[in-house]
């Protein structure tokens, strides 16, 4: 098991069962399942933050002890269904670990499996201006657009919902998320997004890219060079 040597904890949310692309955690791209990608990509951030996976699957599990990473078992049913958040998932976690390690947290870097594009420089430099602002300010990637039902960005970046002054311009495509968990504590809507949440845009199509259906895996195989 690593070194608990971080206020900051990598969070891999890799939940099995999918409607749209069955497993698709486990779908392979370049040799790799997206969960074994992300979980790789992950551990490259180990200077920065511990690392822990959260799954209810058992394959995926053992890609967990594979790369030693931390694991708390087998999610939980209840937190394993299709209308499960991802902030109930981050907060089960939280609670866990510090439970486990005393250790405590100050701020989550959430990677999902379905986006295995991502770049490394792009993550750290958004880490290190994460600890220079204290933690408080949460960072979220996004990319353009201007379909409705999506984000607005601000000037100074923030993410707002849209008005009749200003149309979405943004969504967030999950590449990565960086997360102030005191604010998640005291969340009490089913968001991990609230007012301070700065829009990082991701211009290239390829790190936008969300797997989450048959033609989104064709599409990402075809960034494989």
Known sequence: MQKLNSSLLTMVLARKGSKRLKNKNLRILNKLSLSEITIKFAIKLKKYSNIILSTNDKKIIELGKKYKVINPGLRPDYLSRDNSSSLKVIKYLVRWYHKKYKNKIKGIILLQPTS????????????KIFNNNKCKINYVSVSNTKKKNNMYLNKKNFLKLPSKINKANCYINGNFYILNVEKINNNTI??????????????????SLDIDTLENLKEARNYIS
Do not use: A, H, Q, V
């Open 116 to 127: 295995p594009y991502r770049s490394l420089k792009k993550i750290i430099k958004m880490i």
């Open 190 to 207: 089913e968001t991990i997004i609230n007012s301070k949440t700065k829009g990082i845009m991701i211009k290239s199509k390829k790190m």
